[in-house]
């Protein structure tokens, strides 16, 4: 029980607070609203913003306690390495850098939210994005009994209104507010939306990329990177042993300066919505090729073709923010079996925005020099070719072979034809 004067605790909201203006105007809203006590966290996956001046920001706003949490390295461990097994592209262009980044903030608000008592985590995202889904689906399964809040889909205010609210309110609006875009960085990707992108005829202008050069200004020359992979994770670059992470952030920076990794996407959203995306990727890119381009040569025909199935399905169960899901588990499994001999270094020239594997080697080739070559080293037994072929191609020889009989008018399948081998020797 309470003593008389004990103050009660007054309820406790943790916001993921990302430093913009939406997720600013919030603290002051649900203080306001709710009557409740904020607190915020501030999840490091690698976006290039100030973070230590977010966090003064959101206690200058009135956030009890604001935290920041570096997450990058287990973000390129535990995040990015899974997709890159699955070599997920979604629509077969988009690496995901938001969508994996969503379920780890989430388990990282959860964490807090237990520690510190919250019983309610809020989010900043609006009613018409990929991210409100992720949020709260891996709320769900992470944490089912915790409320969730998002302001700024309920609060209805337009953006020049929010700016009013923050002007009117004394909160310290973040230098970017003016700029027409909508930016969210991780590691993995930069994807830019809004303003004139939203026209899809209209090029993209030069200004909004941040991680990559534009042609005329990458270099001249190309450069070569190689890098090293153990089963299935990149562990190399160049031949130096490196973090997943430090090799994403260089590939990021090598990539970029030759313009690798520029995409521009019209993309089919959760929510039902085409949305014209742009992203910069030039780390991701690169490991995805060189990844897949490995798996080619390790993995047996019939399982890389097959994987690629599975591929498919995986990036859209990931954009769909079911990352913390039954399925997503038993697939991250399958792929993990596949990756035992994803083994080897792969050579890529970065050049005029472009990323060309070059080379590969690996102690688990399944290529084998004496069975592809033309010269006279070649062991192929070409005469086990002909039988092969006569297997092969039979059901279409019977097929053919009945549309003749049928055509003919007299439907008498030429039997001594179906045995008959045409294959002549030449001598
Ligand atoms: N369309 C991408 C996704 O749903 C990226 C969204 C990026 N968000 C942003 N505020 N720019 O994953």
């Not at 943790?14 to 999840?43: F, N, P, R």
């Not at 047996?300 to 995986?314: C, F, G, I, R």
Request: charged share 25%; hydrophobic share 40%.
């Amino acid at each position: 029980m309470e003593s008389s004067g004990q103050k009660k605790e007054k309820p406790k909201i943790l916001l993921a607070y990302s430093g913009g203006l939406d997720t600013s105007v919030a603290i002051h809203w649900l203080k306001q609203m709710h009557g409740c006590e904020v607190v915020t966290v501030t999840v490091d996956v690698g976006q290039t913003d100030d973070l230590k001046d977010a966090m003064r920001r959101a206690r200058a706003i009135g956030a009890s306690r604001a935290w920041v949490i570096d997450a990058k390295k287990e973000f390129a461990d535990s995040y990015v390495l899974p997709a890159l097994k699955a070599n997920a592209l979604y629509e077969g262009n988009y690496p995901l850098g938001t969508a994996i980044a969503r379920p780890l903030m989430v388990a990282k608000l959860v964490e807090m939210a237990k520690r510190l008592g919250a019983d309610t985590i809020a989010h900043g995202c609006t009613g018409k994005g990929n991210d409100q889904v992720r949020f709260e689906v891996s709320i769900m399964a992470l944490a089912p009994d915790m409320k969730i809040m998002a302001p700024t889909r309920d609060w209805k205010m337009s953006r020049e209104e929010e700016i009013e609210y923050a002007k009117a309110h004394n909160i310290p609006i973040p230098v970017t507010v003016d700029a027409p875009y909508s930016i969210d960085e991780s590691v993995w990707s930069r994807a830019i939306e809004c303003g004139v992108l939203e026209d899809p005829w209209m090029e993209p202008p030069e200004s909004i990329y941040g991680w990559t050069n534009g042609l005329d200004t990458t270099p001249e020359k190309p450069d070569y990177v190689e890098i090293g992979f153990v089963e299935g994770k990149p562990v190399s670059l160049n031949g130096t042993p490196m973090d997943l992470l430090d090799i994403i952030v260089a590939l990021n920076k090598a990539g970029g300066n030759h313009g690798v990794g520029r995409i521009d996407h019209i993309e089919n959203r959760l929510v039902g919505i085409k949305s014209r995306e742009i992203y910069e990727a030039p780390g991701a890119i690169v490991l995805i090729k060189a990844h897949q381009d490995l798996e080619s040569m390790v993995l047996p025909k019939d399982l890389l073709h097959y994987k690629k199935s599975v591929e498919q399905h995986y990036a859209d169960l990931v954009y769909n923010g079911l990352w913390f899901s039954p399925l997503k588990d038993a697939l991250d499994a399958f792929i993990d079996s596949t990756q035992e001999d994803v083994t080897g270094t792969v050579k890529i020239k970065l050049h005029k925005g472009s990323a060309v594997v070059v080379g590969r080697e690996s102690p688990c080739s399944l290529y084998s020099t004496a069975l592809s070559t033309y010269d006279k080293a070649d062991t192929f037994d070409h005469s086990a070719a002909k039988g092969f072929i006569y297997v092969w191609g039979l059901p279409l020889k019977v097929g053919a072979l009945v549309k003749a009989a049928r055509a003919n008018g007299n439907g008498v399948l030429n039997e001594s034809a179906v045995s008959e081998d045409l294959i002549v020797a030449c001598k």
